[in-house]
C-alpha cells in the first residue's frame, strides 16, 4: 500500500503548526496554532493508520492507531501522547478563551511527538 501522499500532508501541516507556533503570539497566531494543531493531530494518526495497515495491522481510530503504534515501535509509550489527543478533543471548545489558552500552552510540547512520528515515517517509506 502507498501512504507517502498522506505522510507528505502530515509533514506540511506540521511545518504550518511549528511557523504558527514561533509566530509572535496574538489571538489569531494562537487561533491559527490550535487550528493547524488539529490538521497535524489528523493527519499524524492517519498516516500511523496507513503505515500499519501496509504492516498488516488494522485501526481505525486515533486511540487505537496510537496504541498499535506503541506496540510496534513506531512512537515511543509516552504519556504525552494520550495528553495530545485529550487536548485535541477539547480543541471543539477553544471559543472557550480558558480552554484554547490552555491548550495553546501545551501545542510546544508536542512538536518533538511529531517530529519523532515524522522521522520514523520517513525511515519506513
Known amino acids: ?7 507528505e ?18 489571538v489569531l497566531t494562537r487561533d491559527a496554532a490550535i487550528k ?3 490538521f497535524t493531530f489528523e ?8 503505515f500499519l495497515a501496509d504492516q498488516g495491522i488494522v485501526c481505525v481510530s486515533p486511540k487505537g492507531c496510537f496504541k498499535e503504534a506503541f506496540k510496534f ?8 501522547w494520550i495528553r495530545m489527543i485529550e487536548d485535541r478533543n477539547m480543541t471543539v471548545h477553544t ?3 480558558l480552554i484554547a489558552e490552555a491548550i495553546y500552552e ?7 511527538l511529531f517530529d519523532e512520528l515524522s522521522e520514523k515515517l520517513e525511515i519506513g517509506d
Open 1 to 7: 500500500m502507498y501512504y507517502g501522499d498522506i505522510i
Open 106 to 112: 501545551k501545542l510546544r510540547d508536542y512538536l518533538p
Open 43 to 50: 493527519l499524524a494518526w492517519k498516516s500511523i493508520q496507513k
Open 9 to 26: 500532508s502530515f509533514e506540511k501541516a506540521l511545518s504550518r503548526l511549528k511557523e504558527a507556533l514561533y509566530a509572535q503570539k496574538t
Open 36 to 38: 493547524r494543531f488539529e
Open 95 to 97: 471559543y472557550n478563551e
Open 73 to 80: 515501535g513506531l512512537i515511543k509509550d509516552n504519556p504525552l
